[in-house]
């Protein structure tokens, strides 16, 4: 007598009981067999035809093979074996992962190598099978549980794309309605600021400078939400150009001047003889700079010193770097770590009460990788902190270009 099996769960039916609805069971499952054993494939080949359910299976001995096969056919689930003649081990699974990202992917190994598929299950595989130990119950059951985890996840990856999206469509849109009411009220500071209507007297002046501080400080938050949301929505635009760093430096730290004069800091720049051109977006990196010069102000006492300096790049002569460091408070090292995420705030120590949104430096971070160089951070706590950046390099055969 032939044992029912439960075509969901895998578990044997009693006999006589009713089998339950099989809605995955009622379309056929395409199954592609990477396997390069004509003995181990025949013997799954044959299992999966006495499984319930129906399945259409393709068999394929090499990585390349199933690339191909992939590229011109859907799946439903994989089968791949860890030992391959053009992949061998985790390559055979992150081949077969980076190919079909959304099918569900199970891989198959000796006894002796179950730590790597555990490790491609850390990198993304559904399950695995032991071979030898395949029988009709465990690879029934491994291929519905692939098949059932791998829609979850892409049910889950939807929901949290979804998600953001209505986050980032509500913050622009709030964003947008902030800027009129800003607007008037920076407008009308400003003009009791410049005394149009009548004299004011020294603690109205103080209030007003208080109202437009902190309507700059309101503003700048509601550009990098914006900004944000551009970066999130892909509508980041880099326009690279032939650019003078020296004069992009010195133009970007001369209207700092006032404010590091008002707290008693030295800001001076360093530049190299001989700097090359840059081939880079000067509105960007103007952006960043001014972003780090802020922060460096920000964060720096009186007394002390900003420094801004731009030279060739020793290491690599093809970028610049531009650089930004201070004599202030300095990064805690462990806030150091991740201070270029979203989200991540300005030190807890800050006496001053400095608190942001924490999406100027993660900003800071999206704007120059999308011009091809790098940010970091370096910082002796409670002595200052350095910021360095690159640009590469303008060479007369480089191109005006566009990058989302």
């Known amino acids: 007598m032939r044992l029912e099996v439960n075509p969901i769960s895998g578990t044997a039916l009693p006999p006589g009981a009713p089998r339950p609805p099989r809605s995955m069971n009622e379309e056929t499952v395409r199954v592609l067999l990477l396997e390069d054993s004509p003995s181990d494939a025949l013997l799954i080949r044959e299992t999966l035809g006495d499984s319930p359910g129906r399945f259409a299976v393709t068999h394929v001995e090499r990585l390349a093979a199933a690339v191909e096969h992939l590229s011109r056919h859907e799946v439903d689930v994989i089968l791949c074996d860890l030992g391959l003649p053009d992949a061998a081990g985790l390559e055979a699974a992150q081949g077969m992962r980076s190919a079909a990202p959304a099918q569900a992917l199970i891989v198959m190994t000796r006894n002796n190598d179950e730590e790597t598929a555990a490790e491609a299950l850390r990198q993304g595989a559904q399950d695995y099978l032991i071979k030898g130990n395949i029988s009709t119950y465990s690879i029934l059951r491994s291929i519905r549980f692939a098949i059932s985890r791998q829609r979850a996840q892409s049910d889950i990856e939807l929901i949290r794309r979804r998600q953001l999206r209505l986050r980032d469509e509500f913050i622009s849109n709030v964003s947008h309605e902030l800027r009129s009411p800003l607007s008037a009220i920076h407008q009308f500071a ?9 004299a004011l007297n020294e603690e109205q002046s103080q209030y007003t400078a208080i109202i437009l501080k902190n309507a700059g400080q309101l503003a700048a938050m509601i550009d990098n939400l914006l900004e944000v949301t551009r ?7 880099i326009r690279q150009q032939c650019i003078l760093p020296e004069k992009l430096v010195f133009d970007t730290v001369r209207s700092f001047q006032s404010a590091a004069e008002l707290k008693g800091i030295r800001l001076c720049t360093e530049l190299d003889v001989n700097l090359p051109p840059a081939y880079a977006d000067p509105l960007r990196v103007r952006q960043v700079l001014e972003n780090l010069l802020s922060n460096a102000v920000q964060f720096t006492p009186e007394g002390g010193t900003v420094l801004v300096r731009a030279r060739l790049n020793p290491a690599a002569p093809a970028f610049l770097i531009l650089e930004v460091s201070d004599t ?9 770590q991740r201070v270029f995420e979203r989200l991540a705030h300005a030190p807890k120590h800050d006496s001053a009460g400095h608190r942001g949104l924490g999406l100027g430096l993660y900003i800071c971070r999206e704007l120059v990788s999308r011009q091809g160089g790098n940010i970091w951070a370096e910082s002796d706590f409670g002595k200052g902190a350095t910021f360095r950046f690159t640009v590469p390099v303008y060479f007369p055969d480089d191109r005006h270009i566009s990058v989302i």
């Open 190 to 198: 400003r003009i009791l600021a410049d005394e149009i209507p009548g």
């Open 231 to 237: 970066i999130q929505a892909g509508k980041l635009t």
């Open 328 to 336: 202030g408070c300095g990064i805690e090292p462990e806030v150091l």
